[in-house]
């Protein structure tokens, strides 16, 4: 039996400090046994660690030399700079990706899920290292990993045999897609094809939607249709979803009933106030609904920093937020509504019976903290201090 109180302690902001007893990595409501570890924490906060349910390790060149960009625009000449990216780095994938997610559970991240290119411009190799980069920090995050064709899935031929093979051989998660309409041209024959593969191999569907108005909205109905007829109710999600934005009263409460109805989730990354997802409004309307990072200073932009606090900041001004209440539901989003798009994640709320998952800052209350962004001064994982004042702790 392990053993830790953490004295001196306000979950969630509270006004009182209390101590948190914790014995084999859940919060219990007794005394912790005789000779429990004690870890004072100086009247700071304790908020549940967060879920970064859209991130693309294998693209990052974070902690490398400084990247200078090249002019592109279109899905194509960004893909394009993702290939050639890669080709330049020295560093091995696998520790690209892991140098950032350790990174990210130091800013108090403990789950993720992880959108790889699988092209023929890559192969696997994106899937073999951050899959490497997983196990090597299993004690620290949970990853959840997605085969995503950014080239395409019909125009980048081999793109959907290695699909194939990625689930096939049991090294994803979940199968994506990429603009059915906008990007690939063959709305039918890209979604039959991922769909195919998810009921097969009994993967999940991610597909990437950046396409507005009618073309986004057909993609949406399409991947609905195909989760009612295959039985993948809780397994599918959309990201970004740039046509969902666009829509206001009745049509906005239609799309999120057919959405809750087949079990479809969506994801944002909270791109600007014309394309952030309604979060709230969904929430209501019972659409999961998780918020991500995106790229981390990839070939798409030298912007990101794989800290969800920052997220969730970036979320409440995207959504134009005032009030506390507004404030902490920008939070909220990136703690519980992420944890029910990364399907299996339990639930916390720092009460007796929740696992001791959660992150220490100095602050006065939560929609202070989501504002300032003070440093994450303690990473706790299932009881266990796994970051201290930014510096990965494990082994």
Known sequence: MSAVVFRNVRPLGAAEAVDLAVVDGVIVDAPAPEGAEIVDCGGRIALPTLVDAHIHPDKTAWGEPWVS??????????????AELYRSQTTPLKDRAQRLMAHAVTRGTRAMRAHVDVAPAFGLAGVEGVGAACEALRDAVDVQIVAFPQHGVLRAPGTAELLEEAARTGGIDIVGGIDPI????????????????????????????????????TAVHAIIDRTRALSLQGKVSISHAFCVPGLEGVALDR????????????????????????????RELGVRVGLGSDGVRDSWSPFGNADMLHRAHLLARAQGARLDEELADAFRVAADDGARVVVGLPHLDLSPGSPADFFLVRGECLPQVVVDLPARDLVVRAGRVVARDGELLLP
Do not use: N
Request: proline share 6%.
């Open 69 to 82: 960009r090249k002019p592109a625009s279109g899905i194509a000449e960004f893909a394009a700079a993702d």
């Open 182 to 217: 906008g990007f690939d041209e063959a709305l039918d024959a890209q979604l039959d094809l991922v769909f195919g593969i998810a009921d097969r191999h009994g993967v999940g569907v991610d597909i990437h939607l950046h396409d507005r108005s009618v073309p986004g909205l």
């Open 255 to 282: 799309m999120g009933a057919e959405l809750a109805d087949a079990g479809i989730s969506l994801t944002t990354v909270a791109p600007s106030r014309p394309l952030v997802l309604p979060t709230r409004r969904l």
